[in-house]
């Protein structure tokens, strides 16, 4: 796998999350993996072992650290500390690095050469390259003439958000040593620029995205961000499969961030779990605050999020007895509004700007209600952990929201949230309203929870059908390789 994140390593959202879990339930199945990343500033690494690698041209000395996780399976960081050693991984300020084609090439590369000197294990059945900071390892393989230990291996790319596509102007093609037929129609170009994604997609046997649901919407124009044609051209090559979560990290019965724990059949914990919460934001935790539903939400505080939603809304939903807490960073804007949401609401609406890990774990075992009403999601994990945790989520109906969350109706005896499908604050008010008045039917309300903690969220399926997707694409990398050999 190449990838410019992995959990615990290196994460900003759901694909550092995926690249640390997947792996992981690959080894359980009996699969050797290897997991190439960049060495970021702050990254320890115990026990590596230090291999040069001899990159053409690259005026620096890049070198990969290998770090062994168990038997079957080891992280590979690349070190290159003029790249990567850096404040944040893509960019400063709000700003992209300008050099980002330049970073990311250069992991693909590197990861290239290493699979090329490995000695020490059997050439890769699969390269699998996850977003557009991977495509071009694909296209290299693609292009680039002998390279014995991949010619037969399968590649696959995963598309984490489509929304991110690393496009850059056409002179990076030469500048990155590219063929201009990296360039190409069938390749790389992208309404005259260069785009990674594409060539990452365009370069595989097989497409993969995070949700069943967000293969089908990113068909469409709509959802598309103009490669819905290309998707479209991939037909059954193009495959969605519904993500996992870590249910070591995230189990409430063990969680280290929690002051007490719980399970489905001992649900005491997650009260003291919530009075916790409330103290932690400086909110009122007697007995009035703890009878009234708390309504959490950890999000990127992006327009992708829902935030708009939850602006227009703002005066219903302070108008309910609920309270709320929101933990997040981001757009200045979005800051701006929570910032003033609170200030206006002390004693019922709290946020904390900014990252804490800690409150994230606690706002997912204290709240009662998660809120998610993102305008597009692939997959969304924060609703997964949410049902884990006992906590009944609220959410827009598109892309992995819509695969995991069954909507509360009265003969719904599977329903494990409420979800929405018309983006407007009027109709969110309407849906938080009916939830928040459920809560205090409490046998209902504690079916829903049960409904939600009792369902298998774990990577053990999704990686099963990873490895059905694998050995297809290991079967056309057989088939080129023999045509390889024909020619």
């Not at 967000?214 to 124009?221: D, G, I, K, S, V």
């Not at 708390?294 to 309270?323: F, N, P, T, W």
């Not at 949401?341 to 700007?353: C, E, G, Q």
């Not at 992995?400 to 509360?408: A, E, K, M, R, V």
Request: charged share 20%; aromatic share 10%; hydrophobic share 40%.
């Amino acid at each position: 796998m190449v990838s410019s994140e992995a959990s615990p390593w290196a994460k900003s959202g759901g694909l550092g999350d995926v690249v640390g879990a997947l792996p992981a339930a690959l080894d359980t199945l009996g699969h050797a993996i290897t997991v190439v990343l960049p060495r970021y500033g702050g990254i320890e690494i115990p026990n590596g072992e230090s291999r040069p690698l001899h990159l053409k041209g690259a005026p620096f000395t890049v070198t990969a650290i290998v770090a062994a996780l168990s038997e079957r399976r080891r992280v590979v960081f690349v070190e290159a500390p003029a790249l990567f050693e850096r404040s944040g991984y893509y960019g400063e300020g709000g700003r992209d690095y300008a050099d980002n084609a330049h970073r990311f090439d250069t992991l693909a590369r590197a990861a290239i050469e290493f699979i090329a000197q490995d000695s020490s294990m059997p050439p890769p059945d699969v390269v699998h390259a996850h977003d557009w900071q991977a495509g071009t390892a694909l296209l290299r393989i693609r292009l680039q003439p002998g390279l014995p230990r991949l010619e037969r291996a399968g590649l696959i790319f995963t598309i984490h958000n489509l929304a991110y596509q690393g496009v850059f102007p056409k002179e990076q093609v030469p500048a990155l040593g590219l063929p201009w037929e990296a360039f190409s129609v069938g390749r790389g170009e992208f309404w005259g620029n260069f785009s990674f994604l594409k060539a990452g997609i365009t370069s595989a046997d097989y497409v993969t995205t995070v949700s069943p649901t967000y293969a089908r919407e990113t068909l469409l124009p709509a959802m598309g961000v103009g490669l819905d044609g290309v998707l479209r051209s991939l037909g059954e090559s193009y495959v969605g499969i519904l993500n996992g979560i870590d249910t070591d990290v995230w189990n409430p019965a063990s969680d280290r961030f929690l002051p007490a724990h719980f399970d489905a059949a001992q649900l005491e914990g997650k009260l003291e779990c919530k009075r916790a919460l409330l103290a932690a934001f400086g909110l009122p935790r007697g007995d009035d605050a703890m009878t009234r539903p708390l309504v959490g939400m950890v999000s990127r505080l992006v327009g992708q999020k829902g935030l708009d939603l939850i602006e227009q809304a703002s005066g219903e939903l302070v108008g309910l007895d609920a309270g709320y807490v929101f933990l997040g960073t981001g757009e200045t804007r979005y800051e701006r509004f929570l910032k003033h949401f609170a200030a206006a609401h002390p004693t019922r609406v709290a946020a904390h700007i900014g990252f804490d890990e800690r409150l994230a774990h606690l706002i997912e075992a204290g709240s009662d209600i998660f809120l998610m009403p993102s305008e597009f999601e692939p997959c969304g994990l924060n609703q997964m952990y949410s049902l884990r945790y006992g906590t009944v989520p609220i959410v827009r109906a598109v892309g992995g929201l819509d695969d995991t969350i069954q909507p509360y109706t009265a003969r719904a005896r599977n329903a494990n949230g409420f979800k929405f499908s018309e983006g407007t604050g009027l109709v969110l008010a309407q849906v938080a309203r009916r939830a928040t008045r459920l809560y205090h039917n409490k046998p209902v309300w504690r079916r829903l929870m049960l409904n939600g903690m009792s369902a298998d969220h774990s990577w053990a399926t999704p990686a099963r059908e990873y490895v059905k997707v694998y050995r297809r694409a290991r079967a056309n990398g057989a088939v080129r390789a023999g045509e390889s050999s024909a020619g």
